[in-house]
């Protein structure tokens, strides 16, 4: 049994302040401030956290964690890794416990993004979820996890053998020109109903993330969102539009961070039978440069 989820994440930021507002107020995510030095955590849903925040600087992705379905899925992980003589640790108490959950291995993925494969989440089920900001739904989370996540994993062909290993599937689902005339093949793998929770190969990145996918239940508060984003004057990199592969609509914002946070509504079931495309149904249109988007959907 392999990963079942994009589970939580972890992130470095300089400015904690910001993040507080951005992620609470702008985005409808619920804070949760134990008064934890320079820590924080958002909600999206029942789980007691889905983000982690560290203020230290760094403005990256610190660690993901991918579910499996139990203690026994983790253990048979870990021969998996093993038999693929990839170096990983088993988590300490102490180290499940700061992560809410009951077990973790640790490893690095071939692009060396901390990667935690976690079992057992903690669920507060008398804490009804409470967004940050007014909203019509929620977030679309429960089996399909966090979102999907881009990630620079330099290496593709290396990195899709890593990631089959821990369960997930898929391949190229874009044929896309480039501006310097090369032709790029981004990679998308899924692990559930959602089409991709995890998609590398668009190029050069500094960071460990180039963006994290978010869907809401409701386009109207994707709507909203996006005014209130535009009132705000920040930088949107990808305009409205619909992909192909996930047939999601959605845009890209920077966070104050500097990478980006996708917010979508709509998208489909993972599909079937693979596909690919030379573009994406409408929209996405190239607008704020530097966020390692500047392609042509
Ligand atoms: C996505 O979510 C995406 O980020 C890109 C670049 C293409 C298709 C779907
Ligand atoms: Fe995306």
């Known amino acids: 049994?392999?990963?079942?989820?994009?589970?939580?994440?972890?992130?470095?930021?300089?400015?904690g302040e910001a993040w507080k507002k951005y992620a609470s107020a702008t985005v409808g995510m619920q804070l949760v401030d134990k008064g934890e030095k320079n820590r924080f955590h958002f909600r999206m849903d029942q789980w007691s956290r889905r983000i982690t925040v560290d203020v230290n600087g760094k403005d990256d992705l610190s660690y993901i964690g991918w579910r499996v379905s139990d203690l026994d899925a983790l253990a048979e992980m870990a021969d998996t890794l093993a038999g693929a003589n990839i170096d990983f640790a088993w988590g300490t108490d102490e180290e499940a416990e700061e992560r809410d959950v009951l077990g973790l291995l640790k490893l690095l993925s071939p692009g060396g993004v901390p990667t935690e494969i976690f079992h057992s989440p903690q669920v507060d089920?008398?804490?009804?979820?409470?967004?940050?900001?007014?909203?019509?739904?929620?977030?679309?989370?429960?089996?399909?996890?966090?979102?999907?996540?881009?990630?620079?994993?330099?290496?593709?062909e290396k990195a899709i053998a890593f990631y089959k290993l821990i369960g997930m599937s898929g391949g190229v689902d874009y044929k896309l020109a480039l501006p310097n005339g090369m032709i790029a093949q981004p990679v998308f793998m899924s692990c559930n109903e959602r089409q991709h929770s995890v998609a590398f190969g668009l190029g050069p990145m500094e960071k460990h993330i180039n963006h994290l996918m978010i869907e809401y239940t409701e386009l109207d508060d994707v709507g909203l969102i996006h005014d209130d984003i535009r009132k705000q004057d920040i930088d949107v990199a990808l305009q409205l539009g619909k992909h192909a592969n996930d047939q999601a609509v959605t845009f890209y914002?920077?966070?104050?961070s500097g990478w980006l946070l996708e917010m979508g509504w709509g998208a489909r079931k993972t599909l079937k039978h693979s596909e690919y495309y030379r573009g994406d149904?409408?929209?996405?249109?190239?607008?704020?440069?530097?966020?390692?988007?500047?392609i042509e959907l």
Request: aromatic fraction near 10%; charged fraction near 15%.
């Open 125 to 156: 089920v008398g804490k009804p979820f409470h967004p940050g900001r007014p909203m019509y739904g929620k977030f679309l989370t429960g089996d399909q996890g966090i979102g999907h996540i881009i990630l620079n994993e330099p290496d593709v």
């Open 281 to 294: 149904v409408f929209g996405h249109g190239s607008e704020a440069k530097g966020y390692g988007m500047d």
């Open 253 to 256: 914002a920077a966070t104050p």
């Open 1 to 15: 049994m392999g990963v079942i989820e994009l589970g939580y994440l972890g992130f470095s930021v300089s400015d």
